[in-house]
């Protein structure tokens, strides 16, 4: 992003602060299956909360309920003070981007973007003047008479996201709305999103499987399995203090080691490893060989073989020479990082 488009932005005065968002004790079947069950989520005005999980755990469906494109069998959805569960989806003040974008090929991006107000039946003025203030905040300002079929999936994107704020929602809905864009596009789009969001005041929920997504985007994840909700918190609440075996195996990497005492978890940015030792390796140490070495960007990534566990360590790569394939080394960790779950029924 450059200062010079950034002067290109309308001055006129940010949308309103979105009203906050209640789901409460969802439950939605499809035929056997329970695809939502029993889920409540409140997302405060203008906050930013991500439904995190993998594929088949109900986050779009909860989404779609929220949106009204689908009717909870129990529970209600309020928006703000109101209770809208029986209210049609284009009747909710909501818009939605999906990953697909949903684009009309053969209209032009300011036609796109000017869709939603046009049904809504504003003058001409008035929707040039909204579309021109939407397109600069995407930053795409001389994009107007472009076709949308003649753009790049990150471009696209951000017609679709012009187009879901132009109506000035008080809530937005993203369904994995950067997992079609490549990995250095998504990055950047994660960090413009951000601030859009932030600008806006928008109150947002975003469904993804990618938990980097989450991480950076969101100001509170809810991470879900089976269509339950196992933890509401900060990024750091889900990566440093997981609630579950299922949180701590989904967010980031880890070890395991099956003990006496139950599974310890340990992140390999949490192993130190050093040379080997003569006393007796104690209770947050393993002693092993050196199987594999390799970089992984900032961090080194050695594996470490020993008879009853094998061990990933990511080492800061700050010149001390890494260990090589074959040596005998000891890996270490502090007691405060260990993570201790019962080990599951079938995993000893
Ligand atoms: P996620 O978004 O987390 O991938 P979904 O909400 O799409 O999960 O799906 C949750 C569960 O409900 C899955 O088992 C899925 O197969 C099922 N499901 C979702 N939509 C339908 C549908 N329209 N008909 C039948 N089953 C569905």
Request: net charge negative; glycine share 8%; with cysteine.
């Amino acid at each position: 992003m450059t200062s010079a488009v950034a002067q290109e932005r309308p001055a006129s005065a940010p949308a309103k602060r979105g009203g906050g968002v209640r789901l409460a004790n969802l439950v939605k079947r499809y035929g056997d299956t329970l695809a939502v069950d029993d889920l409540s989520v409140e997302v405060g005005a203008g906050e930013f909360v991500a439904l995190l999980g993998p594929s088949g755990c109900g986050k779009s469906t909860s989404l779609r309920i929220l949106a009204g494109l689908e009717q909870p069998d129990q529970g209600s959805v309020h928006l703000g003070d109101t209770d809208v569960t029986a209210v049609p989806a284009h009747r909710r003040d909501i818009h939605t981007v999906f990953q697909s974008y949903a684009l009309f090929p053969h209209l032009n991006v300011a036609d796109n973007v000017a869709f939603p107000l046009r049904q809504k039946g504003l003058g001409r003025d008035e929707i040039r003047t909204r579309v021109a203030e939407a397109l600069a905040l995407v930053h795409l300002p001389h994009a107007a008479g472009q076709a949308v079929t003649s753009m790049s999936g990150g471009q696209q994107q951000r017609v679709a996201l012009a187009r879901a704020i132009v109506d000035r929602p008080s809530v937005l809905l993203l369904d994995e709305p950067l997992s079609a864009l490549d990995r250095s596009l998504r990055q950047a789009m994660q960090v413009e999103l951000r601030l859009l969001q932030q600008e806006l005041g928008v109150t947002t929920v975003l469904v993804t499987h990618d938990q980097e997504e989450a991480l950076s985007l969101a100001d509170r994840i809810v991470i879900m399995s089976h269509g339950k909700i196992e933890q509401v918190g900060t990024a750091e609440d889900v990566y440093d203090r997981p609630a579950s075996l299922f949180v701590a195996r989904f967010v980031g990497e880890q070890n395991e080691l099956v003990t006496d005492a139950g599974l310890v978890l340990v992140r390999p940015e949490h192993v130190r490893v050093e040379e080997p030792a003569d006393e007796a390796a104690g209770p947050n140490a393993v002693d092993g060989i050196v199987r594999g070495v390799s970089l992984a960007g900032i961090s080194s990534v050695v594996l470490v073989h020993s008879p009853h566990h094998n061990l990933l360590a990511r080492v800061p790569r700050d010149g001390r020479p890494l260990p090589r394939v074959g040596d005998a080394v000891r890996c270490t960790w502090d007691q405060a990082n260990v993570r201790l779950f019962p080990t599951p029924e079938g995993e000893s």
